[in-house]
């Protein structure tokens, strides 16, 4: 999504790790980039299938939607070869982080609640958004994706012991989806 970021990651990376091969997405974000040519809930990832490793999101599905998370797993698990791993960032909602939420300790105030999700901006919820970890789970699951427990739970509602800001979710794509 950020030419200077991948142009940047060319010059320095590529040549030094041939392997890592960098490309601008344009992908439409309310937030991030309003202009983008193509919706998120539809973006296909142009390389073949299982030909991947390990796939690394960092701070994207905190910036996407429902319909955008789901399409992005299924594209995860299409390219993922199997028994492969991908590593998420996530802010999930879960007994712990909601009761922080309620006391303030929270870095983000997801206060604008969708059901499925909550954000920060009623008017911009790709800004952040916030997702019930029951339902994170069940769309891996969906997608054939397991995650490996336990999540990794970040410091952005308060928590005193964390690994990152965000929450980490480690996962395998299994044999059947």
């Known amino acids: 999504m950020f030419p200077k970021g991948i142009s940047w990651c060319k010059e320095n990376i590529t040549p030094r790790y041939p392997n890592f091969r960098f490309r601008v997405a344009d992908i439409h974000n309310k937030e991030y980039n309003p202009g983008g040519k193509f919706a998120a809930s539809e973006y296909e990832l142009s390389y073949d299938d299982a030909s991947f490793d390990f796939v690394f999101l960092t701070s994207v599905f905190t910036h ?3 319909d955008e998370v789901d399409n992005y797993l299924s594209q995860i698990r299409r ?46 919820p790709e800004a952040a958004v916030a997702y019930p970890e029951d339902f994170i789970r069940s769309l891996y699951s969906e997608h054939g994706l397991m995650i490996a427990d336990p999540i990794r739970y970040g410091s952005w509602p308060g928590r005193a012991d964390f690994l990152s800001y965000q929450d980490i979710v480690i996962s395998t794509k299994e044999d059947a989806p």
């Open 64 to 66: 996407l939607l429902p």
């Open 79 to 124: 390219v993922l070869a199997l028994g492969r791993r991908c590593l998420a960032s996530f802010f999930l909602l879960n007994e712990e982080s909601l009761g922080l939420l309620r006391s303030g300790s929270s870095t983000i105030d997801f206060k604008h609640d969708f059901g499925e999700y909550r954000t920060k901006s009623a008017s911009t």
